[in-house]
């Protein structure tokens, strides 16, 4: 079965700086990975995803980039501010169920 | 925008009692799922429901779990008889109209299971 690591778990930046979150997933017929957003004591929000037709994929300060041949993805977000601050999943499909990563903590320091 | 719903936002329960989850999915969308995640960890599967029958379950989803449509818009998550173990954030989510894969999450309920 497809099996989803995330790196780092942790991860402090000062406001303006870019942060980047990686994942690896194990089954190469995965076709579709989307990132979530967990503000503290809410739901994972869908913030962006990629199909694996595309390499990268941007929205506004937002872009994710796949790379099919290495097995990874990677959440990009340029120009960060406090309200970027929250818990980020990966996730990769398995047979119509989402399998996540383990999370990324971003604190984005004023 | 649409949006999943559920209620409640938390409850508290005895050990051994049976909870009702529920969740409004997004009008439209056809596949429905319940994860949970536990304090610190990471979002787990439990089941998926499509065509008003359970389409994939997790080992996590025993016996004691059931879900229901028992109308056009609601989808409950029972819990028949808590455990302690069963402490946590239960997230109902629903897809479709963007494809199966594309899924988006409601609030979540905390259950408290003392």
């Known amino acids: 079965g497809e099996n989803v690591e995330q790196h780092p778990s942790t991860l402090s930046v000062q406001e303006g700086d870019s942060a980047v979150i990686k994942c690896t997933y194990s089954?190469?017929?995965?076709?579709?990975f989307p990132w979530y957003k967990q503000e503290l004591g809410k739901g994972p929000q869908l913030i962006i995803d990629i199909r694996s037709n595309v390499g990268e994929k941007k929205d506004q300060r937002i872009a994710v980039t796949l790379n099919k041949t290495a097995k990874h993805f990677s959440l990009h977000i340029t120009e960060t501010q406090p309200e970027d601050s929250a818990v980020y999943f990966c996730?990769?499909?398995?047979?119509?169920?989402?399998?996540f990563g383990t999370g990324t903590r971003l604190q984005v320091f004023p | 925008e649409p949006e999943v719903t559920q209620t409640p936002s938390h409850q508290v329960t005895q050990m051994g009692q049976e909870v009702i989850l529920r969740c409004v999915p997004i009008s439209n969308h056809l596949y429905f799922y319940w994860y949970r995640q536990i304090l610190g960890q990471k979002v787990e599967f439990l089941v998926s429901f499509y065509n008003n029958e359970i389409s994939e379950k997790s080992e996590i989803f025993d016996d004691q779990f059931s879900v229901e449509r028992p109308d056009g818009s609601n989808f409950t998550l029972k819990i028949r008889s808590t455990k302690l173990e069963d402490s946590a954030m239960y997230f109902c989510?629903?897809?479709?109209?963007?494809?199966?894969?594309?899924?988006?999450f409601g609030p979540g309920t905390r259950l408290t299971v003392l």
């Open positions: 996730a990769a499909p398995q047979q119509g169920k989402l399998i």
């Open positions: 989510a629903s897809s479709g109209t963007g494809g199966r894969d594309t899924q988006y």
């Open positions: 089954d190469s017929a995965s076709n579709y």
